[in-house]
């Protein structure tokens, strides 16, 4: 942990952070505060569901802050044709990000063609457009083997991350998911953890596990505390 507090800068630490809206109910207001702090904090991007895609792109057309809009959100229990649907519309009204949820059911049945084919969708879809895609596990509903399963497909058709979790399971990201994420997609895949991280201390323990992005609404306090405890390390 030490090593990684001493390389980590705070524009680093900001730059993985992934800050996110997906509530179903919510004001105008809190999108504006949440592109408001995702510009001022330089996060790399608002999670937000497809709805909020048109004006947190308008909020953000002068920022280095992508978009990113939440496709399946968030059982996954759409159709293969309605994720390709969401995915082009999403992009079409301004998302630069997009995180699918996989059918948990599908991949629990067996039915391996289907969860394939809405990752080749989305990678074939978001590729050619220069959007980033990410496919959600929902990891505390999956055995280790089901998590290695989508990994390995997730890695054989190319996209930019796996992700542990929407936030709105029964349990959010472990230490123990992003370690077994990481090992069977490489170096080379990003590893996004997400859900349940509310403070620096998690956050950096899932930077040391493996992950390269961190999805959370508590961005501003961990930057903040890591601002803070980088000032007493050089003190």
């Not at 809190?30 to 937000?48: H, S």
């Not at 969860?115 to 929902?138: N, T, W, Y």
């Not at 979790?165 to 077994?180: E, K, Y």
């Amino acid at each position: 942990m030490e090593q990684i507090i001493k390389n980590l800068t705070v524009a680093g630490l900001a730059g993985i952070i992934d800050h996110t809206f997906l509530k179903p109910y919510g004001t105008a207001a809190d999108i504006e505060k949440l592109c408001a702090e995702a510009d001022k904090y330089k996060f790399a991007m608002v999670a937000i569901n497809p709805a909020e895609v048109i004006t947190c792109a308008q909020l953000l057309k002068n920022s280095s802050v992508r978009v990113g809009a939440a496709i399946g959100f968030p059982l996954g229990q759409t159709t293969v044709e309605c994720k390709a649907f969401e995915t082009r519309d999403a992009i079409e009204k301004g998302a630069t990000e997009i995180d699918t949820v996989i059918n948990i059911r599908a991949l629990q049945k067996g039915q391996l063609d289907i969860v394939r084919k809405e990752i080749q969708d989305m990678v074939s879809i978001c590729k050619p457009a220069g959007v980033i895609c990410k496919v959600i596990l929902e990891t505390c509903y999956l055995t280790d083997e089901e998590k290695e399963i989508v990994c390995r497909i997730a890695k054989e058709e190319n996209v930019d991350f796996v992700k542990t979790s929407t936030g709105f399971g029964t349990a959010g990201a472990t230490l123990h998911d992003v370690a077994l994420m990481r090992r069977v997609v490489g170096p080379d895949i990003g590893v996004k953890a997400a859900g349940g991280i509310r403070d620096l201390e998690t956050a950096l323990a899932m930077i040391e596990a493996g992950a390269t992005r961190l999805g959370t609404s508590s961005g501003v306090s961990i930057v903040e505390s890591f601002t803070q405890l980088k000032k007493e390390k050089n003190a």
